[in-house]
C-alpha cells in the first residue's frame, strides 16, 4: 500500500487549459493558503484520479475530494469555485471515503452545464495540501487531456524522517460543530493545531469542500469556518481514534474569553460616555499637546532590486525567526506565570503562526526567486492578510492583527540595527505598546506625545514617559490603531483623552496652552533651584527619582533638592553578566559625583515580580509579585545582597549616601539588613553608618510603620506597589489602569498611619512612587505628614511651585476630610476644587 519513491508523477484529473494557482480568481487558493498545486479549467465532465492512492475525504456536497498517494501526498480535487453553494446539485461522487483508487480512475461526474450555469468559474484545482514536505513543479502549463502527465511532486524529507506518514494505522473520521464563538479564528485554530500535534496521527480538518491540514494555522483559517459550522475531522495513524476524539473535544469547546482576549478593551472605555472623535484612555504621563499622528506599526521597506543571494535571505530569516521565537517564548512564559490565560493563547498562536508552513512555504519560494527576507516575509504575510481581509468574515480583521503583529515583529528582527524609527519631531506616536527601549529612542527623536492601545499608567515606561516629560496616554483601545497616519490629533493626556478629528481653532488652542505651559515652565525654572517652602513657612524636600549618574546629573540641573530614589537595577539591565562590587562602587559614586553636596538614596536591587535580570535568574515562581521579589531576595541570594551593601559602604562622603531597603513587611528584615550592616562597618573599620530606611509598599509596612519607624532612620512611601497590593490590582494591567489610583482613600488611610508612625519616633517620611509627581496629589501628601516627595526630574521646577502656593495648616486640615471620601474620585475631585491646578 505505500511505497518509499520520493517522486511521484500526478496525471491530469481532468482536460482543459492548465493555470498556475495565482492566476486562480479566488484569494484562498491563489495565495496558496491551501498549498501548493495547479489548476485546469475544465473541458470534460469527469473528475479522474491523478495517481492510486486512498479517498480521505469527500465532500458532502460532492464537489470535492481528497486522495493519499502511496508517498504520503495528499491531494485535494475541487471542482469549480464556490461550488459548494449548489449544495451537491449537478454532482455525483463516483467513489466513498477510505475506497483505494487506481490512477485515472474516475471520481466524480458532474453536469458541466448546469455547474458552469450556476457557479462563479469553473476553474478547478489539485492542491498539495501538505505541500510542506513536497517540492511541487509543472510539467506543462498548456492544455492537458486527462491521464496525461501535469505535475512532479518530490519529497522534502526522506520518508524515514516522516514516520508518521509512513505508519498506515487507521483512518478515522468524525464531525462536530463548532463552539468557538466567531469560528475558527487564530486562538481556536491554534489550540487545535496543538491538539493535533500531540498524537502521531496526520489529523486534517474538512470544510465546505476545502481540507486543510490541522499543522497549518493558515490553512485552518483559511477554511473560514464559522461559529455552528459542522466540519469534519480525519485521522490517520496508529493513535487516530485518540486524535479524532481529542480534537472533535477541542473543536467543540469554546475558549474562555474568546470574544476580547485578542484585543482587550479597557475598562475606562466601558465606563465613559462615548464622545464623537474622542478615544479614552489613562494618563501615564500628564500634559497637553497637538500634532501629527505617527503609528509605529506600518515600516516601509525600500523597494528591492531583487537579485539577493537565497541560501543567505533564507539564513537571515531563520535567524530572524529564532530571535522572534525566544522573545515570544519569554512572553509567554512570563504569561505563564502570572496564570495570563489570554496572554498565553494570543501568543502561542503567533508562536504557531511563526511556524505555520503555508506562510513559510510562501516566502521560501519568493526568497528561491532572489527576493530579499524582509520583501519574501511582508508578501507572505500581506497575502495571508488579503485572504482574511476577502473571506468576509467579522473575525478577519482579528486575524490579520495577528499576522501584522509578526510581520512587524519579523521585520524588526531582520532590520536590527539597520532598522530605526524614524518619526518626525512632534510626532504623537500611536503604537500597541512601547517598550523601555522603543520609548528611549522616541524621546531622543523628539516626539511630542505617546499613545498606546495597551499598558498601565505604573508601568515602568510610564515612569520613564513622566521623567521624560512626554505626556503619554495608556489603555486607548485597538480602535488607536485604525486612526490614519499623519492626521492632525490632540493629545489631552491630563484629561485621558486623544481628539483624533480636532478643529483648528481646537488645534490653535491647544497650541496656545503648550506655549503658555512652556512659559510657566521657564517661570518655575527659574526659581527651581532655591528650596521648596509653604505659605505658612514649612519646607518640602523636592528630590529627584534617578536611574544613573546621567539622569542625576539633569535632576541637579533642575533644581532637585537630592536624589530620592536610585533604582540600582536598572544599573545592569541589558548584561549577561553581574557587575562585581568595584562596578558597582563606581556606579554609585558617580550619582553621587553628580549631584553635587546633595544627598543621594540608593535602594538596594529590587528584582522579581516585573523585573528580571537576563543575569540573575530567580526560581520561577506561581506568583512573582507576591513572591521572592525586593529585599526578599537576601534570603535566597544573601551573598549579592552583602556584595551591593560593601559597594555603597566604600562611596565617599558616606555621609551623602542614605541606603533603602525594598518591600520591606516586617521590623525583623530590617534588623536583619542593619546588623548586615553593622558587621560590614566593623569589618571594613567604619565608625559611622549610613542612614538605613524602609520602603512603605505593602500594607503591612505601612500598619506596621510606628515600629519600623523605631530601627529606621526614615521611611519612603512606594505609592506604585502600595496601590497595587492594597487595591489587590496589578500596576500594569491595562485592564485595571484607570482604577489603579493611588489617592484612593485606602491609600491615604495608610499613608496618614505611616507618617504618625513614623512621627511618634521623630523620623521623617518620603515619598517615591508615582504620587509624588501628581501635582493634584501635593497638598494630600503635605498635608498627611510627608516632608519629603521624590519626583521625576523635570516635574521639579513645577512641584516645588505648588508647594510655595500652598498652606500647610489647611493642607493638614482638609486632608482629614479626603480620608472619609469612598473613592479615588471622589478624592481627585474634592483636591480639583480645594487646591486647582494652575
Ligand atoms: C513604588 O513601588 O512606588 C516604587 C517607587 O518602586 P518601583 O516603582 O521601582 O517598584
Ligand atoms: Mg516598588
Request: net charge negative; glycine share 8%; proline share 5%.
Amino acid at each position: 500500500m505505500h511505497n518509499n519513491n520520493k517522486e511521484l508523477t500526478l496525471s491530469a484529473p481532468l482536460s482543459g487549459p492548465v493555470l498556475t494557482l495565482v492566476d486562480v480568481p479566488d484569494p484562498v487558493f491563489a495565495s496558496g493558503a491551501m498549498g501548493d498545486g495547479i489548476a485546469i479549467d475544465p473541458l470534460n465532465d469527469t473528475l479522474h484520479a491523478p495517481c492510486a492512492g486512498v479517498v480521505v475525504h469527500v465532500a458532502r456536497t460532492g464537489h470535492a475530494v481528497t486522495l493519499r498517494a502511496d508517498n504520503g501526498a495528499e491531494l485535494l480535487l475541487h471542482l469549480g469555485l464556490d461550488t459548494v453553494e449548489l449544495q451537491g446539485q449537478g454532482f455525483s461522487m463516483l467513489v466513498k471515503e477510505g475506497a483505494r483508487v487506481a490512477n485515472g480512475e474516475p471520481l466524480l461526474r458532474y453536469d458541466l452545464d448546469q455547474v458552469a450555469q450556476q457557479c462563479k468559474s469553473l476553474v478547478s484545482l489539485m492542491i498539495l495540501t501538505n505541500s510542506q514536505d513536497f517540492q511541487v513543479r509543472a510539467i506543462t502549463l498548456k492544455s492537458v487531456k486527462v491521464g496525461e502527465p501535469l505535475l512532479h511532486i518530490i519529497r522534502r524529507h526522506p520518508m524515514g524522517a516522516q514516520a508518521e506518514v509512513d505508519v498506515p494505522g487507521e483512518e478515522i473520521h468524525g464531525h462536530i460543530r463548532i463552539a468557538h464563538r466567531g469560528g475558527l479564528h487564530a486562538r481556536p485554530a491554534a489550540l487545535i493545531r496543538q491538539t493535533a500535534q500531540g498524537f502521531k496521527s496526520k489529523s486534517r480538518l474538512h470544510f465546505g469542500g476545502k481540507s486543510a491540514t490541522c499543522d497549518s494555522l493558515i490553512g485552518l483559517m483559511g477554511l473560514a469556518v464559522g461559529e455552528h459550522d459542522e466540519v469534519q475531522v480525519s485521522c490517520q495513524g496508529p493513535d487516530a481514534e485518540a486524535a479524532v476524539q481529542a480534537i472533535l473535544a477541542a473543536l467543540s469547546t469554546a475558549l474562555a474569553e474568546d470574544s476580547h482576549a485578542m484585543a482587550p478593551t479597557p475598562i475606562a472605555q466601558h465606563k465613559r460616555a462615548a464622545e464623537a472623535g474622542v478615544l479614552h484612555g489613562v494618563c501615564a504621563a500628564p500634559g497637553l499637546v497637538g500634532g501629527p499622528m505617527f503609528r509605529l506599526n506600518a515600516i516601509s521597506l525600500p523597494v528591492d532590486a531583487g537579485n539577493h543571494d537565497p541560501e543567505q535571505q533564507l539564513q537571515a530569516l531563520d535567524t530572524a525567526r529564532n530571535q522572534v521565537r525566544s522573545e515570544i517564548d519569554s512572553t509567554l512564559a512570563r504569561a505563564k506565570k502570572h496564570k495570563n490565560t489570554a496572554e498565553e493563547a494570543i501568543f502561542a498562536a503567533h508562536l504557531a503562526l511563526l511556524e505555520d508552513p503555508a506562510l513559510l512555504d510562501a516566502a521560501n519560494r519568493s526568497i528561491d526567486q532572489g527576493m530579499a527576507a524582509t520583501h519574501a516575509w511582508c508578501r507572505s504575510i500581506d497575502a495571508q492578510c488579503e485572504v482574511l481581509q476577502q473571506l468576509g468574515s467579522p473575525l478577519l480583521a482579528e486575524r490579520a492583527n495577528d499576522l501584522c503583529d509578526l510581520k512587524q515583529r519579523l521585520l524588526r528582527a531582520l532590520l536590527g540595527e539597520t532598522w530605526h524609527y524614524d518619526v518626525p519631531a512632534g510626532a504623537i506616536v500611536a503604537a500597541h505598546e512601547l517598550t523601555p527601549s522603543d520609548l528611549l529612542q522616541l524621546s531622543a527623536q523628539g516626539v511630542a506625545g505617546l499613545c498606546m492601545v495597551e499598558g498601565g499608567a505604573t508601568s515602568h515606561v510610564a515612569i520613564l514617559a513622566r521623567g521624560k516629560g512626554l505626556p503619554c496616554l495608556v489603555a486607548l483601545g485597538a480602535t488607536l490603531l485604525d486612526q490614519q497616519q499623519g492626521q492632525s490629533v490632540v493629545l489631552d493626556a491630563d484629561g485621558g483623552r486623544l481628539e483624533w478629528m480636532p478643529g483648528s481653532a481646537r488645534l490653535a488652542e491647544v497650541r496656545q496652552a503648550q506655549l503658555d505651559h512652556q512659559q510657566r515652565r521657564a517661570a518655575q525654572q527659574t526659581q527651581a533651584h532655591t528650596p521648596a517652602l509653604t505659605r505658612d513657612g514649612v519646607q518640602i524636600e523636592v528630590a529627584a527619582n534617578v536611574a544613573s549618574s546621567t539622569e542625576a546629573a539633569d535632576a541637579l540641573a533642575n533644581g532637585a533638592d537630592g536624589v530620592g530614589l536610585l533604582r540600582t537595577e536598572f544599573l545592569f539591565v541589558d548584561r549577561n553578566t553581574a557587575p562585581d562590587e568595584e562596578e558597582q562602587r563606581l556606579a554609585y559614586q558617580a550619582v553621587l559625583d553628580a549631584m553635587g553636596d546633595k544627598s543621594v538614596i540608593i535602594r538596594t536591587i529590587d528584582v522579581g515580580g516585573d523585573k528580571q535580570l537576563d543575569y540573575l535568574p530567580l526560581p520561577a515562581e506561581a506568583n512573582p509579585v507576591l513572591g521572592l521579589r525586593g529585599i526578599r531576595m537576601a534570603q535566597i541570594r544573601p551573598e549579592l545582597l552583602d556584595q551591593q551593601l560593601r559597594a555603597l559602604l566604600h562611596v565617599c562622603p558616606l555621609a551623602r549616601c542614605r541606603i533603602l531597603l525594598p518591600m520591606v513587611t516586617e521590623v525583623d528584615e530590617l534588623l536583619h539588613i542593619r546588623q548586615r550592616l553593622d558587621a560590614l562597618c566593623t569589618e571594613l573599620e567604619l565608625t559611622q553608618r549610613p542612614e538605613l530606611g524602609v520602603m512603605i509598599e505593602v500594607p503591612a509596612a505601612a500598619l506596621l510603620a510606628e515600629q519600623l519607624a523605631e530601627h529606621a532612620d526614615f521611611l519612603s512611601i512606594g505609592t506604585n506597589d502600595l496601590s497595587q497590593y492594597t487595591l489587590a490590582m496589578d500596576r500594569d494591567h491595562a485592564g485595571l489602569a484607570s482604577r489603579v489610583d493611588a489617592l484612593h482613600p485606602a491609600l491615604l488611610r495608610l499613608i496618614a498611619q505611616t507618617c504618625a508612625g513614623a512621627a511618634v519616633h521623630h523620623r521623617w517620611v518620603g515619598v517615591c512612587g508615582a504620587l509624588a509627581s501628581d501635582p493634584l496629589a501635593t497638598p494630600v501628601l503635605i498635608g498627611l505628614g510627608v516632608s519629603e516627595l521624590s519626583v521625576s526630574p523635570v516635574q521639579i521646577g513645577e512641584i516645588k511651585d505648588r508647594v510655595r502656593h500652598l498652606d500647610a495648616a489647611e493642607c493638614r486640615r482638609f486632608s482629614q476630610d479626603l480620608l472619609k471620601l469612598s473613592s479615588a474620585a471622589a478624592v481627585r475631585r474634592a483636591c480639583h476644587q480645594q487646591w486647582p491646578l494652575s
